[in-house]
C-alpha cells in the first residue's frame, strides 16, 4: 500500500490543507511543511496509474540550459537517456513525490510553494531542489497539501524519514541506502541520493527574483 498523505501528516499532529492542483496559489502566509503527491485523495492507499516519462518540451528547455549535463560523466543528448537513469529512482507504488518546507520570515509556504511552480529546469532558481519532479510529463496531476509547523526543517527531515519507514516497513536502522528510498523528487536531506546526474544547470549567475 502507498502512504497516505493523512497518515503522513497526522504522524506528526499536523492539520494539513488539500488537495490543490498544481499551479494553485495558496493561502498560506506562514511557515511549515507541504507535500505533493500524485493523488487527490488525501486518504489513498492505492499507487498511482501514471507511467514514468519526462516531458519532452521541459527536456529540450533543460539541455538547452544546461548545456554540460551528464550522466556517469557521459554528456547528454537524449530524453530517453534520463528516462532509463531517472527510473531507479522511480516508485510505483508510491504516491508522494515530494515533502518540502518554508522556515525562512521573508519566504512563507505560499511564496515557497510558488517559486516551485515557476522553477524552470537547468536555472539556479528559484527553486533548484525537487527539480526531478518539474521533468514529469504528469505534473500537471500532480496535487499540493501543506500545513503550518513549528520548526518546518526538522519537521520536513521527520517527515521524509517517517515517509522512507512506512515505504518500506523498515526501521531507518535496517535501511541501506536510506537516501535513496526518498520521494522521488527528494535529492537529499543531510545525506544525498547516490545519483551522478551532474552539472543540471547553466552556467548564468541567479537571477533575484522580486514581487
Known amino acids: 500500500m502507498a502512504v497516505s498523505i493523512t497518515k503522513l501528516f497526522e504522524e506528526f499532529g499536523l492539520e494539513y ?49 544546461a548545456k554540460e549535463l551528464q550522466i556517469d560523466g557521459e554528456k547528454v543528448t537524449n530524453k530517453k537517456q534520463v528516462e532509463e537513469y531517472l527510473m531507479q529512482f ?65 519537521v520536513e527531515f521527520k517527515m521524509l524519514m517517517k515517509f522512507v519507514e512506512l515505504s518500506t516497513g523498515k526501521s531507518f536502522y535496517e535501511i541501506e541506502n536510506f537516501a535513496n528510498h526518498l520521494p522521488f523528487a527528494n535529492v537529499k536531506i543531510d545525506v544525498s541520493k547516490k545519483h551522478s546526474l551532474t ?10 527574483i522580486t514581487k
Do not use: M
Open 90 to 154: 522511480w516508485n510505483p507504488n508510491e504516491n508522494i513525490l515530494y515533502i518540502g518546507e518554508s522556515s525562512s520570515i521573508t519566504n512563507p509556504l505560499q511564496k515557497r510553494v510558488k517559486q516551485f511552480y515557476t522553477h524552470k529546469v537547468g536555472q539556479k532558481g528559484p527553486h533548484t531542489g525537487g527539480y526531478w519532479l518539474k521533468l514529469l510529463s504528469c505534473l500537471n496531476n500532480v496535487s499540493v497539501y501543506f500545513a503550518q509547523a513549528r520548526n518546518p526543517r526538522e
Open 199 to 208: 552539472k543540471h544547470t547553466n552556467r548564468n549567475k541567479r537571477v533575484k
Open 17 to 65: 490543507e488539500g488537495a490543490f492542483n498544481w499551479n494553485h496559489p495558496l493561502k498560506a502566509n506562514y511557515n511549515g511543511v507541504y507535500v505533493l503527491a500524485l493523488t487527490s485523495n488525501p486518504n489513498d492507499e492505492q499507487p498511482h496509474q501514471y507511467s514514468f516519462e519526462i516531458c519532452d518540451d521541459t527536456f529540450g528547455y533543460w539541455i538547452n540550459q
